[in-house]
């Protein structure tokens, strides 16, 4: 129905704002892609607890109060941070779990992005060019390859000594050859393109057609692979705290926790099982998050979303 007052008309195409429509579509998001949404939320929460956490729980997670030890979870004496128990030196469960965030996703984040950046170089090098380098390269990631992860690190970990710094590196390292592999597996496929072709017919530099045409179309895989490999890289910091070359007491981290819990399960089951519980969740979470971009962002694949919520 058409109005006879042209500003009428203008009120009308109008009046679903901008920031309305956005609310409609996170609330539409939200509805259809539940499992997505809850780890978004809930990685947004372990971002959180990595920022803030060891800002304002570092000190309560390190006061020892024998007057509330041991105390079981959903205590709420002598104050709300007890609700998730203590242990048996009387510290707070909860706040050592916010203060271990930081180390955690710190260490996990760091060594993937050394190793990506690293590996998704030498991949697009061994990918673009043929020849000596490209083959020294590919023999280098067969060698990383050929040692399991995470005995890699812990071979490593046990000639040098043990450090955040030594763990970040080792980490990076284990996880180079995984990049390197996939960055030239995706660019030698792209560069037979057509029109990569003919952009290097008529003479573009290299550099032009990795920024114009490799980038872009290895970006989804790319961002896949760095939410996958953040959950694996998670599990293996976790688990190089848990023998004892990781992260080192007085320092916590997740996996730590896990360990110093692991003696106490039969009368303290809290103190391992909280830790435990904040690690699958993430690398679930960071999984579920990586299997969805990889269909939401992978052109060829974005059907495959619009057929199931037409379905819905």
Same mark, same amino acid.
């Given at each position: 129905?058409?109005?006879?007052?042209?500003?009428?008309?203008?009120?009308?195409?109008?009046?679903?704002?901008?920031?309305?429509?956005?609310? *409609?579509?996170?609330?539409?998001?939200?509805?259809?892609?539940?499992?997505?949404?809850?780890?978004?939320?809930?990685?947004?929460?372990?971002?959180? =607890?990595?920022?803030?956490?060891?800002?304002?729980?570092?000190?309560?997670?390190?006061?020892?109060?024998?007057?509330?030890?041991?105390?079981?979870?959903?205590?709420?004496?002598?104050?709300?941070?007890?609700?998730?128990?203590?242990?048996?030196?009387?510290?707070?469960? %909860?706040?050592?779990? %916010?203060?271990?965030?930081?180390?955690?996703?710190?260490? &996990?984040?760091?060594?993937?992005?050394?190793?990506?950046?690293?590996?998704?170089?030498?991949?697009? #090098?061994?990918?673009?060019?043929?020849?000596?380098?490209?083959?020294?390269?590919?023999?280098?990631?067969?060698?990383?390859?050929?040692?399991?992860?995470?005995?890699?690190? *812990?071979?490593?970990?046990?000639?040098?000594?043990?450090?955040?710094?030594?763990? *970040?590196?080792? %980490?990076?390292?284990?996880?180079?050859?995984?990049?390197?592999?996939?960055?030239? =597996?995706?660019?030698?496929? *792209?560069?037979?393109?057509?029109?990569? &072709?003919?952009?290097?017919?008529?003479?573009?530099?290299?550099?032009?057609?990795?920024?114009?045409?490799?980038?872009?179309?290895?970006?989804?895989?790319?961002? &896949?692979?760095? =939410?996958? !490999?953040?959950?694996? &890289?998670?599990?293996?910091?976790?688990?190089?705290?848990?023998?004892?070359?990781?992260?080192?007491?007085?320092?916590?981290?997740?996996?730590?926790? #896990?360990?110093?819990?692991?003696?106490?399960?039969?009368?303290?089951?809290?103190?391992?099982?909280?830790?435990? %519980?904040?690690?699958?969740?993430?690398?679930?979470?960071?999984?579920?998050?990586?299997?969805?971009?990889?269909?939401?962002?992978?052109?060829?694949?974005?059907?495959?979303?619009?057929?199931? !919520?037409?379905?819905?």
């Amino acid at each position: 129905m058409r109005s006879s007052t042209p500003g009428l008309i203008m009120v009308e195409k109008n009046v679903v704002a901008p920031s309305s429509q956005k609310l *409609i579509a996170l609330l539409w998001f939200l509805r259809h892609q539940p499992g997505v949404a809850l780890s978004i939320i809930y990685l947004v929460l372990v971002a959180l =607890a990595a920022i803030f956490g060891s800002y304002f729980f570092s000190e309560s997670a390190s006061i020892v109060n024998f007057a509330s030890r041991n105390l079981p979870p959903l205590s709420l004496e002598p104050s709300w941070n007890f609700i998730l128990g203590s242990d048996s030196l009387g510290r707070p469960t %909860l706040d050592r779990l %916010l203060a271990a965030a930081q180390p955690t996703v710190g260490i &996990t984040l760091t060594a993937v992005a050394i190793g990506a950046t690293v590996g998704i170089g030498l991949g697009l #090098v061994a990918g673009m060019r043929s020849g000596p380098l490209s083959a020294v390269i590919m023999r280098f990631t067969d060698a990383l390859m050929s040692f399991p992860t995470l005995l890699l690190a *812990i071979l490593l970990l046990y000639v040098v000594k043990s450090s955040i710094g030594t763990v *970040i590196v080792v %980490l990076a390292v284990s996880r180079v050859a995984l990049f390197i592999r996939v960055t030239r =597996a995706e660019t030698m496929e *792209i560069r037979s393109r057509v029109y990569v &072709t003919a952009s290097q017919a008529i003479g573009a530099p290299i550099s032009w057609i990795t920024r114009v045409h490799l980038l872009p179309t290895l970006m989804p895989t790319l961002v &896949t692979l760095l =939410a996958v !490999e953040i959950a694996f &890289t998670m599990l293996a910091e976790s688990s190089l705290s848990f023998i004892g070359v990781g992260v080192q007491s007085p320092g916590v981290s997740w996996g730590l926790m #896990v360990a110093q819990g692991r003696d106490y399960l039969a009368t303290q089951w809290w103190l391992a099982f909280w830790p435990g %519980l904040a690690i699958v969740l993430t690398a679930m979470s960071l999984i579920v998050l990586a299997d969805w971009m990889k269909t939401a962002l992978d052109p060829r694949q974005k059907w495959r979303l619009q057929s199931a !919520e037409s379905n819905k």
